[in-house]
């Protein structure tokens, strides 16, 4: 496990599954459908139960697909988080802005937790699977807008987890955190 202290909070690169993480809220790499059929989202609605889809369903009938720069926010079900925060990063493509497009989602991540109340937040190597982000690229992008976020917003948030399934991921989030 590698570590960084940012002013009074800590951004730790592990490794493990995102849905056992015992931190406020987890963060789920979506689409904007919040439709969690695949991936990280699936592996939330497996573990957590049912009723985070049903949420997810219900906050996009009210407030229409979740946006560039947005965060959703459901109950975590049965995980030990009590949130998930549901932000939709970009799909890796030529001749756009990756970087700032993952950025954005990130920090409308950090925003929405911070504000549901959490003081602590995991997030997965979002963007890095089916959308095609280079993984070493996206763990850099995440672990600095991390960084760059709580530098800027001290006392709201004690730490962060930056979580990889696989010794790879995890590896990766720690290279970004040197």
């Known amino acids: 496990m590698t570590e960084r202290t940012v002013g009074d909070a800590t951004v730790r690169a592990v ?16 689409n904007e459908h919040l439709a969690h059929g695949g991936g990280v989202a699936a592996a939330i609605v497996r573990a957590g139960g049912h009723s985070i889809q049903d949420e997810s369903d219900r906050w996009v009938a009210e407030h229409g697909p979740v946006g560039r720069g ?80 709580l530098e800027s917003h001290p006392g709201t948030l004690l730490e962060v987890r930056l979580v990889g399934w696989d010794e790879g991921t995890a590896a990766d989030f720690a290279a970004g955190l040197s």
């Open 15 to 30: 490794q493990g599954d995102l849905t056992q993480q015992d931190v406020d809220a987890i963060v789920n790499a979506a």
């Open 70 to 149: 947005q965060a959703a926010v459901t109950g975590a079900g049965k995980l030990a988080a009590r949130w998930v925060v549901h932000t939709v990063g970009p799909r890796h493509r030529e001749g756009q802005d990756n970087e700032a497009l993952l950025a954005e989602a990130v920090t409308a991540a950090l925003e929405a937790g911070a504000g549901a109340g959490a003081r602590s937040l995991a997030f997965p190597a979002i963007s890095s699977g089916i959308f095609g982000y280079p993984r070493d690229e996206a763990t850099a992008v995440l672990a600095r807008t991390v960084v760059g976020w």
